[in-house]
């Protein structure tokens, strides 16, 4: 349902680990794998191998593996997980989901969210994935989701205001343009088979959400 419906790259992090067969449903045979710092050992519970490792492994052992691997210093400006990120689009990925992004470290999570609307500048899509949540950001585009009546769909403005149009949901809008401080957007649904949201001007973050 959300942005990236076929990856091209995943990330494994350290963050709260997701059930397996949720990450199955983003495997494929051409997939590229990146497990960032203590995604590791992540990646290696759920029966994958990645195909580059990077961290600055202050939490843990680097792993000892044949595998390509990029230790970083732990004085740094980005997290783990952004090194990743950026790694993967330099390799020429525009479909990224990752893995572990969320969890009890929020403002870990709150850098990851940020992170979405990053890799859209650099011309990917990312798509922060848990076992209730797909997190992904739009900037002045159209995305369409499919009906699912057992999920939530939330909207916030990210980095500044922006103007939404949102179309086959129970709270349509038009033209409406949302503050920074917006909290409007929670919790709506959509109500026809198929639904869009356009963020006419800047940049909106989505949630699809599980209900229970």
């Not at 191998?49 to 740094?76: A, H, M, W, Y």
């Not at 940020?114 to 994935?129: F, P």
């Not at 797909?134 to 103007?163: M, N």
């Amino acid at each position: 349902m959300g942005i990236v419906k076929k990856a091209d790259c995943l990330i494994f992090s350290a963050g709260a680990r997701v059930d397996e067969d949720v990450v199955r449903q983003y495997v494929s045979d051409s997939v590229y794998m990146i497990a960032a710092d203590g995604g590791y050992d992540f990646c290696r519970a759920v029966g994958c191998t990645p195909n580059f490792i990077v961290g600055d492994f202050d939490s843990g052992e680097c792993p000892q593996t044949d595998i390509e691997t990029l230790r970083l210093s732990p004085f740094k400006d980005d997290t783990d997980s952004a090194a990743a990120v950026y790694k993967a689009i330099e390799r020429g990925y525009k479909h990224i989901v990752l893995f572990g992004g969320t969890g009890s470290r929020l403002d870990h999570t709150f850098a990851d969210f940020y992170l979405c609307a990053t890799a859209k500048q650099m011309g990917a899509d990312l798509m922060l994935v848990d076992n209730r949540h797909q997190i992904f950001s739009l900037c002045e585009e159209t995305a369409e989701l499919s009906r699912d009546d057992g999920k939530y769909v939330s909207i916030f403005p990210l980095g500044g205001k922006c103007t939404l149009t949102l179309t086959g949901f129970c709270y349509p809008l038009e033209d409406y343009a949302c503050s920074p401080f917006w909290s409007m957007g929670v919790s709506n649904e959509i109500a026809e088979d198929r639904a869009q949201i356009t963020v006419e001007q800047g940049t909106a973050l989505v949630f699809i959400t599980q209900k229970d």
